[in-house]
């Protein structure tokens, strides 16, 4: 949950006088604080997530260039195993950049 759905669950605990409930949301909030990244760390994780991506990008295209070149080579289907994986490990990138721009905002 983000800070402004834990400031409108305080709210409404204090429109009710449930002072037990305003209690945790405020140690909650205390520990969501104490627990999040600092935005420079989580800057820089995502720098480095995209150069990972980027890193991949280029392989696959490399691969894709002997593919077309070399399509008679013994080699094709070694090289079409290396872009699955490669495209695997792009997908699974994508989401941890995606779950990284999610929790920056």
Known sequence: ???DDYLDL???AKAINDGQWQADI????KNLNTVS???KVQEESVIELWSQFDSINILIMK???KLRKNEE????????EQLL???LERSI?????LNRYIRIR
């Open 85 to 87: 994986e490669l495209k």
């Open 73 to 80: 080579s013994d080699e094709v289907l070694h090289w079409k």
């Open 37 to 39: 990244e600092e935005p």
């Open 1 to 3: 949950m983000s800070v």
């Open 10 to 12: 305080l709210n409404y």
């Open 63 to 65: 691969l894709f260039e």
């Open 26 to 29: 405020i140690e909650s909030l």
């Open 93 to 97: 990138l994508s989401k941890k950049i």
